[in-house]
C-alpha cells in the first residue's frame, strides 16, 4: 500500500537489512520509517502488540532519494504514531501538533477520534523496566529503580511492564510514570532502534508533554548514523525523567 501510494519514495522496516526505494515513477516526498509488529515475541500468549511509525520528509532540492533522507533526527518527523492491537484497536497520531487516539469501531469499519489532545502526567506512580537485566544495570539505575521500590521515599511506584513497547508506552501515555529500556553490559549501545521505535513514541511523548532521552541528550535531537541504530531510551511523566536524568549525571561526573 505504501510503495502504490504515490506519496512515498523511501521505506524503513524493522524486517528489512536495507532501505526500501520506491520506483521511481511512483515515488512522492515522504520517508517512512515502521517496526510493523512490535511485542511479535508476545503473540502465541495473546498480549498486546503493535505498530510504530515515524515519517520525514525528503531533504529539499534533491532530485531522487538518498540514504541521507532516511538519517535525518526525529525533530525532522512531520508524523509519528502508534496503533496498538489489545483489547480494542488503537492507533496514537500526532502531526506535530496535538496528540490524538482512535479507537477502531468493528461495527462501521472505521476509526472513531476518542482520545482529544492527549496529555501524560506531569509525574506519575508507575515504572516499567525489565527488571532480569538489573545485574546488567550501571549503578544509576540500580539506585533509581531502588529508590521508586522504597517506601522511605513515600508511596513505592507499582512496576508493570509488558514486554511489548507500544502497550508499556500507551500506558505510560496514559497513566503516567517513565518507561526505561537503558544500555546494559551486554547492550552498551541499547537495543531499541532509533528510527522506528525510540523516535516515533518520543515524538509522541513529547508533544504530549513528556520527555524523551537515552541519558543525555533528547531522543529527537539525535542524529541517525544508521538505518538500524539501537539506542538506550527513558520517556514518560516529565518529571519523572528528569529524575532519572540527574541521577545519570551525578554518576558521569
Known sequence: MLSSSFTTCMLISEENESVIEIETEKQG??????????????I???VSIGSIFGIYKKIEGKSSPTLQDALQPGNK????????????TMMVLSIGGAVNGFTLDPAIGEFVLTDID?????????????????????EAIKEYVNSKKDPKNGKPYGARYVGSMVADVHRTLKYGGIFMYPATYASPKGKLRLLYECCPVAYILTHADGLASNGATPILDIVPESIHQ????????????EDVLLLIKKYRK
Open 44 to 46: 502465541d500468549c495473546l
Open 29 to 42: 516526498k515522504y520517508i517512512v520509517c515502521f517496526d510493523p509488529l512490535d511485542g511479535s515475541s508476545n
Open 77 to 88: 518527523m512531520v508524523a509519528a504514531g502508534y496503533a496498538l492491537y489489545g483489547s480494542a
Open 230 to 241: 539501537r539506542s538506550p531510551i527513558f520517556l514518560g511523566s516529565r518529571d519523572d525523567v
Open 118 to 138: 492527549i496529555k501524560v502526567p506531569k509525574r506519575g506512580n508507575i515504572i516499567s523496566i525489565n527488571e532480569g537485566y538489573s545485574y546488567m544495570w550501571d
